[in-house]
């Protein structure tokens, strides 16, 4: 089964600094997302990546997919405390039946400090 | 707000009951996929409803169903609780399957078991 590890754990950064977060897996990813979510409640949509080498960028976030596939990194610049959450990375996983769902790892939790 | 809704928000069981918890998809959605989250984890895939049939399910017992109405609402049902179902239940719905198709979350439903 693939799974993701995600580095670091957690992350206290002061605001206004820069940060990167990152995903590995362990076999070639067909498509990575990141999600952030508030404790405790749903995932919102970041960013999917499916080329090798492809990066797309959002506010002041950007999502980077490596060529072999098999890492993403997140970073943001000039962190606010609307960054503060836990940033979660999701792969999608082929199932019988056609069934795509997604494959989490668990997630970085990212503190701003004032 | 993604437009996908959930319901009830928390709900409290003890082990050996059965649970109901509901999605309502997004408007123009006819894919619905259930996620079930522990404390410190991320979201882990249950099973995936395409056109009001099951399209693959995740490393979870049969003693967790579900079902997709006409108009792609989703219910899942977990018979027999057990103390480690306590978790964050998660429902996502997407245009189509297919892992091009962003999966937009619900704010998902807190189970307690005790």
């Known amino acids: 089964s693939q799974e993701l590890e995600q580095s670091p754990q957690s992350l206290i950064v002061q605001e206004g600094k820069n940060l990167t977060i990152n995903c590995t897996s362990s076999?070639?990813?067909?498509?990575l997302y990141w999600y952030k979510q508030k404790y405790g409640e749903g995932l919102i949509f970041l960013m999917m990546l499916q080329k090798g080498g492809e990066e797309k960028s959002h506010e002041k976030i950007t999502a980077k997919l490596d060529e072999k596939k098999q890492q993403s990194s997140l970073h943001i610049t000039a962190s606010q405390p609307s960054h503060a959450g836990i940033y979660l990375c999701?792969?999608?996983?082929?199932?019988?039946?056609?069934?795509?769902?997604?494959?989490f790892g668990k997630g970085t939790h990212l503190i701003i400090q004032p | 707000e993604t437009g996908v809704t959930q319901s009830p928000t928390h709900l409290i069981k003890t082990r050996g009951q059965q649970v109901t918890l509901r999605c309502s998809s997004q408007?123009?959605?006819?894919?619905v996929s259930w996620y079930q989250q522990a404390l410190g984890q991320g979201p882990q895939f249950i099973f995936q409803y395409y056109r009001e049939e099951e399209n693959g399910r995740g490393n979870f017992p049969p003693r967790f169903s579900g079902l997709q109405f006409p108009n792609y609402s989703s219910e899942l049902n977990v018979n027999a609780l057990e103390l480690d179902d306590s978790a964050l239940y998660l429902c996502?719905?997407?245009?189509?399957?297919?892992?091009?198709?962003?999966?937009?979350f619900g704010p998902g439903t807190r189970l307690t078991v005790l």
């Open positions: 076999k070639t990813l067909y498509g």
């Open positions: 996502a719905s997407s245009r189509d399957r297919g892992s091009y198709n962003e999966q937009f």
């Open positions: 999701g792969a999608a996983i082929f199932l019988e039946g056609g069934a795509d769902g997604l494959t």
């Open positions: 408007s123009g959605h006819n894919t």
